[in-house]
């Protein structure tokens, strides 16, 4: 039994079988990688996790019980991260206040009528925030805006913002997609080390093959809005199915 | 001080300190000069200056803090009013348990309000305080009011009369809203050569009121909870998907401005023992919004002087009539003098709103930000300036 238990799933967009009948499992404490072509379906699987889309039939297990008809909020606190294939962050707050926010959430839960306490005297939220930018090398940013921050930078961002939370099961939609090189390797390296450092399953989608081989111990791939092949990557990178689905897409465009 | 960052206690006291000496602040003008018809500081208007500000203060947190824009805000201040005016009724003229009242209902008030309005964002939220404002004002106008089961007393408005119950009124006490015994319209009058400067116990009243209030904003401004309302309006989605439920906190933003806009109706109630339906139009919900635009929405200071700014313009621009005009400009040749009155006139007077929609536009159009970020601009300015005079007086090469 995985962390994740997908079954059956499908969701259906007008006339566009987006996701035809998935069935997914991912175990505890592996990083799984989704890969597919554009339009592939794999974010629209990702929406079925966290509340954003409720799938048209199937069910989504998460740690023994059913996320579905959960609000994303509470699917959030079950503990399911996500870290958004364009950056999703508080672009009006400090890139700081953006990782206090999960801080508190990891805290203090859903909702807490705070209004007296200053935020400056929370200590320990300060350190966690202030540990978190630390680890994704953003320490020197603490005061900047959010929005002021390059591409790279808001996704690094977004995943401190997940991190912080230590999310049982971590989304990652794209997380290198316009980075630098050395800003890829970096956050491969981050990746690692926190897997090094504490449970946590991750389902990573990601175009960039340097980034799947190096984290995926396991790896779907999606085509048309159902899953191909399920395998470890060495059997993965050979595959004649894998190689006809990038090339078939290639075909069309 | 006060659990409050330095720049923050700073504030207060120079708040503090503008609002003791208002009377001779807003009085800068001799009595009988030409000018005097620019001076504020009687106390019929500084007691709406404050009150005003302590609504739009209310109103920033809700609006400046989450970016929900009510329009119907009103709803609020006029039921406050109406319920400082019962307690006056059934009570006593003291003030202090009307105004709890008025801030107990607005309350729940904002609760049944916000609780519907809260399930949309964007404009169907603003279009659904709106409507709630203006049921509330037909309910307050008219159905309410019957002779089997009189409310709000209709067009009239609601007023203390002779036969009410007045059941804690006594012999010595004033028949007019008092504290304590100290009556809301005792005033001192201190004339000094061709000024004079009255000191109103409303006044000190809301004003001490709204120095509290004030204080409470800034404290919710630094808050835990003020940060979930920026990420509110900052991004919603992110809120959600971070584990935190944003109703509740929407709602509580709602409900705390509603309550400040009840303070603020019951205040009013305080200074003038009168409550009518007009208070709760779609025209009053929509000036807290101009005071609050018009100041810097989300600054702390500024729904403050957007709400002195308003009040400033009409009560003292409305009152400059063509006689006025004709003695400012007396003394030059009468056609000259007769073509600038014409110019002017639409602009003043009953044309006040003319000047103050002109204003509005500039300052939408060149300082998004309000008057704060004028405020800021030219202190900027001004700290350039003065850091370049020190530069080129040590004969510093530029950077
Ligand atoms: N909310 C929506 N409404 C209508 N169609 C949608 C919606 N979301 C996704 N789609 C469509 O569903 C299909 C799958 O989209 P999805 O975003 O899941 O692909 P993807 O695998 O993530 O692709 P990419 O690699 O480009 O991100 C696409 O054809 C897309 O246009
Ligand atoms: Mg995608």
Redesign the pocket.
Known sequence: MGILEVKGVSKR??G?Q??GNVNLSIAENTVHAII????????????CLVGK?IPDTGSVMFDGQSVLGRKPHEINQMGISRVF?TPEIFGDLTVLENVLIPCFAKRDGAFELNAFGSVRSQADIRERAEQILLDVNMQDKGSMHAASLSRGDKRRLEMAMCLVQEPKLLLL??PTAGMARADTNNTIDLLKEIKSKRDITMAI?E?DMHVVFSLAERITV?AQ?TPLVEDIPEKIKGHPKVQEAYLGQAHDE | MLGLKSKDTTLLVVVAILTLLAPFILNPFPENSALAQFNAGYPDLMQRFVIYGIFAIGFNILFGLTGYLSFGHAAFLGVGSYAAVWMFKLLSYNVVPAIMLSVIVAGIFSVLIGYISLRRSGIYFSILTLAFAQMSFALAYSVLSNPKFNLTNGETGLQVYADDPQIFHRAGLPDLPHFFGLSMRSTYTLDVGGWSFDFNAGYYFCAAIMLVVFYLAIRIFNSPFGLMLRAVKSNQQRLNYTGLNTRPYTLAAFVISGMYAGLAGGLLAAMDPLAGAERMQWTASGEVVLMTILGGAGTLIGPVLGAGFIKYFENIFSKINDGVLHAWFAFLPDGLENALVAIIHPFVGKGWQLTLGLMFMAIVIFLPGGLVEGGKRLGALFRRRSSDETASGETKPAE
């Not at chain 1, 597919?36 to 929406?47: D, E, F, I, Q, Y």
């Open positions: 967009f007008g566009l987006a996701l597919g072509p554009n339009g592939a379906g794999k974010s629209t699987l990702l929406n889309l294939q939609d794209e989608i175009h999606l809005g």
